[in-house]
């Protein structure tokens, strides 16, 4: 909607200032300040013109808009815009999927309007347990999954029995690389692997509606 009434601004302001442009070169007092000349004319033909177009260009710049940035006047944005911004936070019951109508300011905490949110994303029931699984989905895909120990084929050591199997009155094993053993094994040890598991595409939307919504319940939705 912010586009398209843009758009209809701009269509607007072109027309007028094409009318406006037209009738100016149509007037008599153009006429008589503009006269043609040959090439070989003086100069006081180029100064009029010149000051002609100076005239046209200061009407554009009439006609457009400006943006101030922050190079302008070499100044930084302010660290408490966030803190200085007007929040709309009415009363007002949530998840009724109603249009949202917020301000719009610039990055000078300066009205510039007001903007629709639809209600089927910003004003739905809150619900936790679509959060939980969201969030836990993004976790998971996120972890790496790059443990790994080493299970007795791979641990460094010797693979000599120890000792004998009987006459000896010790326990009977047949290699140091054991789990019981110091610098042994590690048995059913994790590997690397991936966490992630499947969440269906409408879940996953409906949780990132949830949180817009929930932005926008506590007033904390900034539209710039």
């Not at 809150?126 to 641990?155: F, Y």
Request: with cysteine.
């Amino acid at each position: 909607m912010a586009a398209l009434i843009s758009k209809r601004i701009l269509r607007c302001s072109s027309g007028s200032l094409h009318s406006l442009g037209r009738c100016y070169f149509d007037s008599p007092g153009f006429a008589s300040i503009y006269k043609p000349r040959d090439v070989c004319g003086g100069l006081s033909g180029e100064r009029m013109f010149s000051a002609d177009r100076s005239l046209v260009g200061s009407m554009v710049r009439q006609f457009s808009t400006s943006i101030l940035t922050p190079g302008d006047d070499d100044s930084a944005f302010p660290s408490d815009l966030l803190s200085k911004k007007i929040l709309a936070t009415s009363e007002r019951t949530i998840g009724l999927c109603q249009d949202l109508l917020i301000p719009v300011t610039n990055f000078h905490n300066e009205d510039k309007g007001y903007m629709v949110l639809p209600g089927d994303v910003f004003d739905l029931p809150i619900r936790k347990d679509i959060i939980h699984r969201v969030v836990r989905w993004q976790l998971a895909k996120r972890q790496q999954g790059t443990h790994s120990t080493k299970t007795i084929s791979e641990v460094s050591g010797t693979g000599r029995k120890p000792w004998n199997q009987k006459g000896t009155g010790r326990a009977r094993h047949g290699s140091l690389r054991g789990p019981q053993f110091r610098g042994g094994a590690t048995m059913h040890g994790p590997k690397p692997r991936s966490h992630a598991f499947k969440v269906n595409k409408k879940v996953r939307r409906l949780g990132l509606k949830i949180a817009l919504s929930a932005r926008a319940a506590e007033g904390k939705l900034l539209s710039f």
